[in-house]
């Protein structure tokens, strides 16, 4: 199994463009997620899902969207860019979304936003 | 609303040392608690969780975490530091929703950890 897949590994974007992070899983996990990481501030939650067809707002969602056409696949969209949206961007998947699951983390996309 | 801290954003440790790096949590009902790593340019790792039973939990790579209810705390321990135990570690923290609802996990600052030779 590969696990989780993210690409691009890295992206600089000026400000207003577009674009897709890809997050991909092989384990058949339901619940995907994705969360940004910046200094000093941990991970934060953007949008999750618990399942294809079905996905929600975590606590950043602004800026940020999601769909889930297929298990295997959890696309972040920028619609345009901000500089305040430079991140290290991670994906993650669980079997469900109990915490008697263990959420596994995709490698992370470092985005640049000028 | 759920929060985990984490009170030390760096950590030094001489090697074949006892390690602890600290968190505390709040949250409201049972508190759901979890350990994981990130080594340089890496996702995020599990090392260990608490759900219930034992305060004492033992979890990947030799560590451990004390689950404190009383002080709130979740504590990761390891008896002996290796130079590659140098990392990030985050304390996380979760929910459960009643009903259909979701679960999420809200994490610490994180803490470096430094293991000198």
């Known amino acids: 199994n590969a696990g989780v897949t993210q690409t691009p590994k890295f992206q600089v974007l000026k400000t207003g463009q577009s674009m897709t992070l890809q997050c991909a899983q092989d384990?058949?996990?339901?619940?995907m997620s994705w969360y940004r990481q910046d200094p000093g501030m941990g991970l934060r939650l953007i949008h999750y899902s618990v399942g294809a067809g079905i996905t929600d707002q975590g606590e950043v969602p602004n800026g940020y969207n999601v769909s889930r056409s297929t298990t295997e696949d959890f696309p972040l969209r920028l619609l345009s860019a901000a500089p305040s949206q430079t991140s290290v961007y991670f994906c993650a998947s669980s079997l469900g979304q109990g915490v008697d699951y263990e959420q596994y983390f995709g490698p992370g996309t470092r985005l640049t936003v000028t | 609303a759920q929060s985990v801290a984490q009170p030390e954003d760096q950590v030094n440790v001489a090697e074949g040392n006892p390690l602890t790096v600290k968190c505390t949590y709040s949250?409201?009902?049972?508190?759901?608690l979890f350990w994981y790593v990130q080594y340089p340019n890496r996702g995020l790792q599990f090392l260990l969780k608490?759900?219930?039973?034992?305060?004492l939990v033992k979890g990947s790579y030799g560590f451990e975490a004390e689950f404190n209810k009383s002080q709130t705390s979740f504590h990761l321990k390891k008896p002996s530091a290796l130079v590659s135990d140098s990392a990030l570690y985050f304390c996380?923290?979760?929910?459960?929703?009643?009903?259909?609802?979701?679960?999420?996990?809200?994490f610490g600052k994180g803490t470096k950890l430094s293991v000198i030779p």
């Open positions: 384990m058949n996990h339901e619940y």
């Open positions: 996380a923290v979760s929910r459960v929703y009643s009903g259909a609802g979701s679960y999420q996990l809200t």
């Open positions: 949250v409201s009902g049972n508190p759901y």
């Open positions: 608490y759900i219930t039973g034992d305060n």
